[in-house]
T-cell receptor, first 111, second 109 residues
Framework: NAGVTQTPKFQVLKTGQSMTLQCAQDMNHNSMYWYRQDPGMGLRLIYYSASEGTTDKGEVPNGYNVSRLNKREFSLRLESAAPSQTSVYFC??????????FGPGTRLTVL | KQEVTQIPAALSVPEGENLVLNCSFT??????LQWFRQDPGKGLTSLLL?????REQTSGRLNASLDKSSGRSTLYIAASQPGDSATYLC????????FGKGTRLHILP
């Protein structure tokens, strides 16, 4: 039982490049989330998916797109990376009575 | 709008002391409250989940309480150790998930 997994762990991009962050969970949770964490800013919600087939914007969605591929997988795409998107990205999944669980994070640097 | 506050923002205590971290929230209509630990450069690890119908949960040296009527939760750490040094965050789970900004805990050897 791996919980929530994320790939890659680290990534360096040049401004304007695109990439997709992958997330998968094996806990059969309905809800999945993408957060970013910056020094002094705490966790900020980018997008979430309450169930397979649905996605909604969070607090800071600009510059990102998401896909809930199936119940297990929720990907985050940066179409044209900007230095302001340098951050640590966390995926999480939850079920109401089970709580919220996080992946190990992806450290992204945009030059 | 739900707001979650954690005070203090930082705390240093000598090894061996018992300590309490505080989490307060403004709307008592919550489903659950969850405490997390985050080590520098690492992800968030779930410590304790308290359902809205529960008053406390225990795991080892950790005890978390929930008082919905007063909008408060506390995380009690017994016999603190240097390995307990980390940032502790609480999150309120209702229609949304709202995090506090965390308490950075340093246990002095």
């Amino acid at each position: 039982n791996a919980g929530v997994t994320q790939t890659p762990k680290f990534q360096v991009l040049k401004t304007g490049q695109s990439m997709t962050l992958q997330c998968a969970q094996d806990m059969n949770h309905n809800s999945m989330y993408w957060y970013r964490q910056d020094p002094g800013m705490g966790l900020r919600l980018i997008y979430y998916s309450a169930s397979e087939g649905t996605t909604d914007k969070g607090e800071v969605p600009n510059g990102y797109n998401v896909s809930r591929l199936n119940k297990r997988e929720f990907s985050l795409r940066l179409e044209s990376a900007a230095p302001s998107q340098t951050s640590v990205y966390f995926c999480a999944s939850s079920e109401l009575l089970a709580g919220l669980y996080f992946g190990p994070g992806t450290r992204l640097t945009v030059l | 709008k739900q707001e979650v506050t954690q005070i203090p923002a930082a705390l240093s205590v000598p090894e061996g002391e018992n300590l309490v971290l505080n989490c307060s929230f403004t709307d008592s209509a919550i489903y659950n409250l969850q405490w997390f630990r985050q080590d520098p450069g690492k992800g968030l690890t779930s410590l304790l989940l308290i359902q809205s119908s529960q008053r406390e949960q225990t795991s080892g040296r950790l005890n978390a309480s929930l008082d919905k009527s007063s909008g408060r939760s506390t995380l009690y750490i017994a016999a603190s150790q240097p390995g307990d040094s980390a940032t502790y965050l609480c999150a309120v789970l209702d229609d949304k998930i709202i995090f506090g900004k965390g308490t950075r805990l340093h246990i002095l050897p």
